[in-house]
């Protein structure tokens, strides 16, 4: 005979409480990404958003910064003070040169654990998502990647890192309450960069990278910069120019193009375009692609679907051109044209050249 079926187990109440262990736990770091002797500015945006953290714990703002002796970490610490940290956490050490994960995974799992900081934020760049997932891994702690908003839970002091979740149709806030330190890792241009103080200073704390370079599986014989990709910097562009489906056949993508090329502009695209090869996977904006924060972004025949709009909300502002008055672009662009794209690009391309000449002839 059938069992009846039982009711399902329920579920084990979730502890809010930390671990003795991890009270600890102190203060906010943020990873200040430093290749070939640059920055890359998702960092600064993090410190200017990790100094708020900071502020509402009460807690003090930390850099680390990972690389070999020279300059450009000299530079790179120097900095990490200008954008707001209140100390510098810094491993010199030229196996440091090139990015490799074992060496910089094992750098900063050593200093979190000798300094022990509560949160931990990384850029979701390629080497920021490869070095967080990696020590987060090694600590067996939590982290969120991609994050659109960070805020600090007033009850717990947990670190509330929201994202996207089902294909961008829902937020979801995570926070990670049984481990610490909380990671995250945000995109760059999703955190504004506040301005830097160049009078800031502070105390650096050095450590030592405890590994030989006989223990690093991966040796880098040569630096070859690749020069086909990631030519587009859409996402610290001033000005973006950008098409969807709505402009209906690849060889009007040139309409776009061409406007960009006036503006001294960069040019992007919806997704739907890069899968049909309109334009290549660097140009797509939104949630799958470049999250872009110009001074003015021209979107024309594109819908404004949520994934979209993630990606270039943060834009100063917003001039949608769409034939459909009820386009969903239209709720958050802040002007807007309800006409055909491929009519009104052109003529706003002839008058954006018309007005450089006269300008040009006036002076
Ligand atoms: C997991 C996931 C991730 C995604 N990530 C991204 C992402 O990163 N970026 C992204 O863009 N999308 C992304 N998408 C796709 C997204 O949901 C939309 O399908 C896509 O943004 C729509 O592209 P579109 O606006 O170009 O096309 P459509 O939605 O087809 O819109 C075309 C628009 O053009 C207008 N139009 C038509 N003819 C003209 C004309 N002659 N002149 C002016 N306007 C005209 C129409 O009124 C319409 O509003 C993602 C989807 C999923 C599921």
């Not at 030229?94 to 990015?99: I, K, R, S, T």
């Not at 008055?325 to 239209?330: D, E, L």
Request: with cysteine.
């Amino acid at each position: 005979m059938a069992q009846p079926a039982r009711p399902a187990a329920k579920p084990r109440p979730k502890t809010k409480e930390l671990p003795e262990h991890l009270k600890a736990y102190r203060h906010v770091w943020v990873f200040v990404e430093l290749e070939h002797g640059r920055v890359h500015p998702v960092s600064w945006e993090l410190m200017t958003e990790g100094r708020r953290l900071a502020d509402a714990l009460s807690v003090e703002l930390a850099g680390v910064v990972l690389g070999p002796p020279g300059d450009g970490t000299d530079q790179a610490v120097a900095e990490a003070f200008h954008y707001g940290a209140d100390r510098v956490h810094l491993v010199e050490d030229p196996l440091l040169a090139h990015y490799r994960t074992d060496p910089y995974a094992k750098a900063l799992t050593d200093v979190v654990n000798a300094h022990k900081p509560e949160i931990l934020l990384l850029g979701a760049s390629t080497l920021g998502r490869d070095l967080a997932g990696a020590v987060a891994t090694t600590l067996a702690t939590g982290l969120t990647a991609d994050c659109t908003e960070l805020a600090i839970d007033p009850d717990s002091r947990a670190l509330a890192a929201t994202r996207p979740t089902f294909g961008g149709s829902l937020l979801c806030t995570i926070m990670t309450q049984a481990a610490r330190p909380q990671m995250a890792t945000v995109r760059p241009r999703v955190m504004a960069m506040g301005a830097p103080d160049r009078s800031r200073t502070g105390p650096v704390v050095r450590d030592r990278l405890d590994m030989t370079e006989e223990a690093i599986a991966t040796k880098v014989l040569d630096f070859i910069p690749d020069a086909d990709t990631n030519q587009a910097q859409l996402a610290y562009a001033d000005i973006v120019v950008a098409g969807g489906l709505g402009l209906q056949k690849p060889e009007n993508m040139r309409l776009v193009v061409e406007l960009a090329e006036v503006l001294g502009a960069e040019y992007g695209g919806s997704r739907p375009l890069v899968q049909k090869g309109w334009i290549t996977a660097d140009r797509q904006i939104g949630q799958t692609g470049k999250t872009i924060r110009p001074r003015l972004y021209i979107a024309a025949g594109i819908s404004g679907a949520i994934q979209h709009r993630v990606g270039c909300e943060g834009a100063d502002r917003i001039l949608a051109i769409n034939s459909d008055p009820n386009a969903p672009i239209f709720d958050f662009a802040h002007h807007g044209i309800v006409g055909d794209a491929l009519e009104i690009l052109p003529a706003l391309t002839a008058a954006v050249r018309q007005r450089r000449a006269v300008t040009r002839m006036a002076g």
